[in-house]
C-alpha cells in the first residue's frame, strides 16, 4: 500500500512558477513510477508528466514540455513538479499517482494509488 500527498499548490500570476511536491509512504516507494494528472472543471483527467522509478526516465505531454520538470528523490520518498512559464490554461487540480510499472506511463490506468490532489490556479 502506498499513501501519496500532494502539496505546493497555489494561486500564480501567468509567467510565475510553482514547485509541487508528492509524499509517499511504503517502503517500495522506489520501486513506483510516479506521475502527475491535472483536472481542470468540467474536462477529464489528463496526463502532464511521468517518471521511472529510477528517474532515469522522464515523459511529459506536449502542451507542458519544456515548461514543466519532474524529478524524484528516493531517498525521501518524494516527487517534485517543477512549474515555469505557467499559463491559465495549466490551472486544474494536479494529482500525483504511483504504479507498479516502473518505467512509467501517460495512461491513468498504469496507476494504483493516487493522492487526494492540490489546486493551481494561474491568473491572467
Known amino acids: 500500500q502506498v499513501q501519496l500527498v500532494e502539496s505546493g499548490g497555489g494561486l500564480v500570476q501567468a509567467g510565475g512558477s510553482l514547485r509541487l511536491s508528492c509524499a509517499a509512504s511504503g517502503r517500495t516507494f522506489g520501486s513506483y513510477a510516479m506521475g502527475w494528472f491535472r483536472q481542470a472543471p468540467g474536462k477529464e483527467r489528463e496526463f502532464v508528466a511521468a517518471i521511472s522509478w529510477s528517474g532515469g526516465s522522464t515523459y511529459y505531454a506536449d502542451s507542458v514540455k519544456g515548461r514543466f520538470t519532474m524529478s524524484r528523490d528516493n531517498a525521501k520518498n518524494t516527487v517534485y513538479l517543477r512549474m515555469n512559464l505557467l499559463k491559465p490554461e495549466d490551472t486544474a487540480v494536479y494529482y500525483c499517482?504511483?504504479?507498479?510499472?516502473?518505467?512509467?506511463?501517460?495512461?491513468?490506468?498504469?496507476?494504483?494509488?493516487w493522492g487526494q490532489g492540490t489546486q493551481v490556479t494561474v491568473s491572467s
Open positions: 499517482a504511483a504504479g507498479q510499472y516502473g518505467l512509467g506511463s501517460r495512461s491513468s490506468l498504469e496507476y494504483d494509488y
